[in-house]
């Protein structure tokens, strides 16, 4: 099984965990998103987390192909 497929299972499962709380799926998703940051602190400097985190917001939009695929 890949590391995709692993998160977004584990992803998946979290969500469903929180809903069936009676939690909001929305606040779940920024929590997990504030662990990734945490965990990514670990071991790679604020800066190049902020790019990461940068680049995944200037490429969100899933009916945009990111600029290195343009032919």
Do not use: W
Not at 56 to 68: L, S, Y
């Amino acid at each position: 099984m890949s590391a995709a497929a692993i998160a977004k299972r584990h992803l998946d499962a979290a969500i469903a965990e929180a809903i069936a709380a009676g939690d909001d799926a929305e606040a779940t998703c920024r929590y997990l998103l504030n662990a990734v940051v945490e965990k990514y602190l670990e071991r790679r400097s604020v800066a190049d987390v902020r790019a990461e985190l940068q680049f995944v917001a200037e490429n969100c939009d899933p009916d945009t192909d990111f600029m290195f695929m343009r032919p």
